[in-house]
């Protein structure tokens, strides 16, 4: 395929990332890969011992699992949402982070599920959730609608990186027969005729167009597990756009802050530019004061209506002696701290929005946390004579490597898959010979231009 000198210029700025394997990468790789056996051995215990030897218990059966898919799943609806909508709009600026935001689509869509696995007991019964489902379950719909969600993102993601794929297979780049054998097979006679181009323009706008609302039913229907359970702190109306605007704005974190990696490890400031970093802060911003709003409403309808039952939890939520410490950071965290980072010009930069990116994200996760574990600890009926850690859930070792294990995993996705494609999208580039990216320079050349 013929590229524009914008476009080889950009390919060959990031040519070197997929043609070699550095040190560094190996090194990163090998460290990911250490704390992925650590878990498997975690899970080797867990599955041969049993669940003993976690803290859940037949009082509280979720903890750190269920946490974590729903983290995971939730950053994965942000990819999806904001790289529709921004292709549907056809904004000028998202096109060097579109790839990013669908690649953590897809490979946090991969971990979530994982955890739900961890949580069973059963698994040798874990098809019976196909052969013999309830339609009445709400978990029944979930497992439609996150299977149907990932395929959906993985066309999504696929449809996109078409006309990439037959770039690097015209390049002649210095990599093995295989890799090369393997872009062949996946440009499926790419040849950028009027024809392809239109046919590709059409799906991926579909795509983009049913991707938006499977996002927000899947977590929709992920919130409806704990909302349509009658227990204190879950059973809401507010549950399912809560989850949802949650799940965007961690999301949006988890973009900014990868950005900020790719950044810095490939030196793509000229592509990955300040004002990219503004936009996506003035989104964060936007999110956090909405989920602000309806943090606020969740605890103030729960602390006003004063029902017994209600109130144990608030007072496990605001007691320092308790949880108020986490519930303090996530609010904090969570809402203040990246609110006024952005609001303020003198912290709008880009190194500080990816730190206040770095602790929302964490408060979230620990905002999942509080969603679980206080409302599991509350029983209806009075429990006496029942040894501590049956009432209170402490997370063992073995569901820390396991979390820690996710994590690695994520990030090793996202090192090999540099590998395989150019983290800025050659093709969306292609429309123009000199394709004009938001930043300082590109100002000066448009004041220029103008003089």
């Known amino acids: 395929m013929e590229l524009n000198k914008y476009q080889q210029e950009l390919f060959e700025k990031q040519r070197p990332v997929i043609e070699k394997f550095g040190k560094r990468t190996w090194g990163w790789s090998i460290f990911f890969l250490l704390w992925i056996l650590l878990g498997g051995y975690a899970l080797y215990l867990q599955i041969s011992k049993g ?24 950053i994965s609806y942000a990819g999806a949402v904001i790289s529709g909508i921004l292709h549907i709009l056809k904004v000028e600026w998202r096109k060097p982070i579109i790839r990013i935001a669908e690649m953590i689509t897809v490979i946090a869509t991969i971990i979530g599920p994982v955890y739900i696995l961890l949580c069973v007991g059963r698994l040798d019964r874990l098809h019976h959730l196909i052969l013999y489902p309830r339609l009445q379950s709400p978990i029944t719909w979930d497992v439609l609608a996150i299977s149907t969600y990932f395929t959906g993102s993985v066309i999504f993601l696929y449809l996109a990186l078409i006309k990439d794929f037959a770039i690097y297979r015209d390049a002649k780049l210095n990599i093995p027969k295989w890799k090369q054998k393997m872009y062949k097979i996946l440009a499926i006679g790419y040849r950028g005729t009027p024809s392809q181009k239109r046919h590709i323009r059409i799906s991926t706008n579909l795509m983009a167009i049913m991707i938006i609302p499977l996002a927000i039913i899947v977590h929709s229907v992920l919130s409806w597990i704990f909302g349509m359970t009658l227990r ?45 970093f503004i936009y996506l802060g003035y989104i964060m911003m936007v999110l956090g004061a909405a989920y602000g709003y309806f943090t606020f409403s ?19 939520i605001f007691n320092p002696a308790k949880y108020g410490w986490w519930f303090l950071f996530s609010n904090v965290a969570g809402i203040i701290i990246p609110v006024l980072i952005v609001a303020l010009p ?25 969603i679980i574990v206080p409302t599991l ?29 996710g994590i690695a995993t994520f990030f090793l996705f996202f090192t090999l898959a540099s590998k395989f494609v150019t983290i800025i999208p050659i093709s969306e580039f292609g429309d123009k010979e000199k394709q004009v990216v938001p930043g300082p320079v590109a100002d000066k050349e448009k004041e220029l231009a103008t003089v």
């Open 51 to 74: 669940h003993g030897i976690t803290g859940m218990r037949d009082n509280v059966v979720w903890g750190l699992y269920i946490a974590n898919f729903i983290f995971f799943i939730g």
């Open 298 to 316: 969740e605890y103030l309808t729960d602390w006003f209506s004063s029902q017994k039952w209600d109130s144990e939890v608030i007072e496990k």
């Open 232 to 276: 204190p702190g879950w059973h809401s109306t507010i549950f399912g756009p809560y989850f949802v605007l949650a799940a965007i704005y961690s999301g949006t974190g988890v973009l900014i802050m990868s950005m900020w990696v790719y950044r810095r490890m490939y030196k793509l400031n000229s592509h990955l530019t300040d004002k990219h």
């Open 346 to 370: 003198a912290t709008r930069k880009p190194n500080f929005i990816a730190l206040a990116s770095f602790f929302m994200v964490l408060a979230l996760w620990v905002k999942r946390y509080l």
């Open 377 to 405: 600890e509350s029983p209806l009926l009075p429990m006496q004579d029942t040894r501590m850690e049956y009432v209170k859930y402490s997370a063992t070792w073995v569901e820390w490597a396991l979390t820690f294990a």
